[in-house]
């Protein structure tokens, strides 16, 4: 899906980076990228981002459509659907066939599907310990730029825990993990925490089992549910689907149940996958950029004369303030300096002026004290010649 589209691209779609053949590491974002496709077959790109606090929501993916921005697979989903009723769009409605009812069938599924396959996808991801450790924390980190590389792994599994403990699948060996100075994990062994993860792993097969008996029930040996052609909601399942498939888990509970107990799941993911990936146009993907601390200091507008004209005005001026900021913080930098150097160089000239008048009054003084000692022995000496001279005439 890397390659170059042969159009010129209608929307540009922002999503975690793709891993494991997969255009992403999240269910969202791998559904956006199979709705657009199907949609919008090579009129959109995909920018890898994983700075989600580049959206408006602080979450991915989000859509950018000329100066509009959709953020959440549901609203990006609705703003496709509107721009297939323009003949001028070219997209078109994955759910146009589907009456009343199914439509209202189809909300309801897709966001059961958000629930709680999204909570099994989460369970293996981030509850599991091995995988975690394993996988998600070295594969997010090869992603990150230092530093967020050696927290932001672990923040997103505390945002994660939250769900998964009110879904009843926060494991015991994620919550008591512990780690030495080092940052490893240290293992206790002990013979109760055996009997509580085989009682946990149980629990969260039937689980499991029940979410995925449903949508088995649903599909009834159909290629999608709702005819012949993928919709909305066979995108949602298969996102998810596959990456509790693909992945390679140290821990393949999920993928073990599906392969066993539910191949019509795994055979339906497979066949959506097969109908995104032979539309005719392909889309760009732009891989992503890791930030640094030179990325904070502006570029100069290096872009061709043609470039620089499709720029709105909004955009020229934010670059002209930014500079205009970047100037004038320098500048008081500058400014300081130059006072600080200054004050400094007073300080100094101060203090020699006043060793130098220091040592001229010490040199005065010395001077002076010498003198009167000089007197003083001189005074004595004619003292004593006279008293010579009084014992001489009195001889």
Wanted: charged fraction near 25%; hydrophobic fraction near 35%; aromatic fraction near 8%.
């Amino acid at each position: 899906m890397s390659t170059a589209a042969t159009q010129p691209t209608l929307c540009t779609l922002h999503i975690w980076p793709s891993r494991w053949n997969l255009p992403s590491i999240d269910p969202t974002c791998i559904a956006a990228v199979f709705y657009l496709q199907l949609t919008i077959p090579g009129k959109f790109e995909v920018v890898e981002c994983t700075n989600p606090d580049v959206s408006p929501s602080g979450a991915l993916p989000f859509l950018i459509h000329g100066h509009a921005i959709v953020s959440s697979l549901p609203a990006i989903i609705s703003f496709v659907s509107s721009l297939a009723k323009s003949t001028s769009s070219g997209a078109r409605d994955l759910d146009a066939s589907l009456n009343a009812p199914q439509r209202a069938k189809r909300t309801a599924w897709c966001s059961h599907v958000e629930a709680n396959i999204g909570d099994l996808v989460a369970y293996s991801f981030y509850s599991l310990d091995d995988n975690f450790w394993k996988l998600t924390n070295p594969t997010m980190a090869s992603m990150l730029p230092i530093p967020q590389r050696y927290y932001v792994p672990g923040r997103i599994r505390e945002m994660h825990r939250p769900r998964l403990e009110a879904a009843g699948l926060w494991t015991q060996a994620a919550s008591e993990a512990e780690k030495d100075s080092f940052g490893k994990r240290q293992k206790k062994d002990d013979p109760k925490d055996e009997y509580a993860r085989a009682f946990e792993r149980d629990k969260v097969s039937t689980q499991a089992k029940t979410s995925f008996a449903l949508y088995a029930k649903l599909l009834n040996g159909q290629k999608f549910f709702f005819g012949e052609r993928p919709k909305t909601l066979d995108v949602y399942l298969a996102s998810h689907i596959l990456l509790l498939l693909d992945p390679p888990f140290p821990d393949q509970l999920m993928r073990s149940i599906l392969e066993e107990s539910y191949p019509t799941l795994v055979e339906h993911a497979h066949n959506v996958r097969t109908e995104v990936s032979q539309m005719p146009r392909q889309y760009l993907v732009v891989s992503a950029q890791k930030q640094s601390l030179l990325s904070l200091i502006p570029r100069p507008l290096s872009n061709p004369p043609k470039m620089r004209s499709e720029m709105d005005e909004v955009d020229l001026r934010f670059r002209s303030m930014r500079w205009i900021w970047f100037a004038l913080a320098f500048g008081g930098v500058a400014c300081y300096a130059a006072q600080l150097w200054i004050k400094v160089t007073v300080v100094r000239a101060n203090g020699r002026h006043r060793r130098v008048q220091r040592r001229g009054a010490d040199q005065e003084h010395e001077a002076v004290v010498t003198d009167e000692e000089g007197e003083e022995e001189g005074g004595e000496e004619e003292d004593e010649d006279e008293d010579e001279g009084v014992q001489d005439g009195d001889e």
